[in-house]
């Protein structure tokens, strides 16, 4: 799986929880965990850098950078895409 594909999964899992993405969701998402953690992390700090969206830093033990990723857009597939393009256009190095 790409940073481009992780993106559009964390968005994915985000839709599918009612704009919520907890850590555990996003540890235990099988495409996900199939793929390097750094690549992922990245792909979650990006999408936590955009308008809309809203991370609340890791307090306990893992991988995923964040206790929760909070989505306010989900209702708008179109802002959902730009978000997710957005993310993917940033470079994985932060």
Do not use: H
């Amino acid at each position: 799986m790409t940073y481009e594909q992780a993106a559009s999964r964390l968005v994915a899992l985000a839709r599918a929880n009612g704009g919520v993405l907890t850590a555990e969701q996003a540890e235990q998402d099988p495409a996900l965990a199939s793929m390097d953690p750094a690549v992922v992390a990245a792909a979650a700090r990006a999408l936590d850098g955009s308008t809309n969206i809203f991370g609340t830093p890791r307090t306990g033990e893992g991988w995923f950078p964040f206790d929760e990723l909070r989505f306010t857009t989900l209702s708008n597939t179109a802002a959902l895409t730009r978000i997710a393009k957005k993310a993917s256009q940033r470079s994985p190095q932060r």
